[in-house]
């Protein structure tokens, strides 16, 4: 199965090894990787903070960069879930909307893909530890993908899964929201960590990086000992102890 990736500007930028543990286990489910070099920001950022024309730009480039491609795997669900907002946007557009909605169709996130495409709940992953998963929004709520992420995490031999107080509420990252209203961000971040910290979890799992570098962040400056896991990273560990993983 061909599969291109969508690596995100995060990963692309600050979390490298997010990438690579992504395709690593994607290969190692038999798929066929490529990464195609066109690719920019899905213009999330832009399309948010109201400049619908700039980032109209960007999405058109995304549409073309993954045009020949079978399916687009991201390891972000806030990315992948706006790309399945290009349709609304080019509704109407000869030029743009069957492309927009030839997009949607074969873009998926990363834990998304494998369980609902690829139909796989046990990858082989071990991890010997305790752990918390925080949920993003945009996944759960806009991607509208609440399962996937557990279904993969319950089979990782080793791992304990504990839940996570109130784990539908924002960490306070939300993009440029946490440049915006700084004041309030933080103190959603402070209570995301709070409910992180009464978990006793030496590892907080989650499938954006945006929340955890945001929640990741936090927690070290407030002193505790908490490794943060990109869920591509957990699910590339086998027969080892955590490592790799993102600094906290």
Request: net charge negative; with cysteine.
């Amino acid at each position: 199965m061909k599969v291109s990736i969508f690596s995100t500007c995060l990963v692309d930028l600050m979390t490298p090894n997010v990438g690579i543990a992504m395709v690593e286990v994607l290969e190692r489910l038999g798929c066929e990787i490529d990464h195609p070099a066109s690719q920019v920001c899905c213009g999330q950022p832009a399309y948010n903070s109201g400049y619908l024309e700039d980032s109209r730009l960007a999405m058109k480039n995304m549409m073309l960069a993954f045009e020949h491609s079978d399916y687009v795997v991201g390891p972000s669900g806030s990315c992948i879930a706006m790309f399945h907002e290009y349709p609304k946007i080019f509704k109407g557009d000869p030029n743009w909307e069957l492309k927009a909605i030839a997009l949607k169709e074969k873009a998926y996130e990363f834990t998304q893909f494998i369980v609902r495409v690829l139909g796989v709940t046990d990858v082989g992953a071990s991890l010997e530890g305790t752990a918390t998963y925080h949920r993003s929004c945009h996944m759960t709520r806009l991607l509208g993908e609440r399962e996937t992420p557990f279904q993969l995490l319950e089979q990782v031999q080793g791992l304990q899964l504990e839940p996570l107080k109130n784990s539908d509420n924002c960490c306070g990252f939300g993009g440029t929201f946490s440049v915006k209203m700084p004041e309030i961000s933080g103190q959603m971040v402070d209570e995301k960590c709070g409910c992180v910290v009464d978990t006793g979890a030496d590892i907080l799992i989650s499938a954006d990086m945006g929340c955890l570098l945001n929640i990741g962040g936090r927690l070290s400056r407030k002193g505790e000992p908490v490794k943060i896991m990109h869920i591509a990273e957990v699910l590339n560990q086998q027969n080892t102890a955590a490592k790799g993983g993102s600094p906290t």
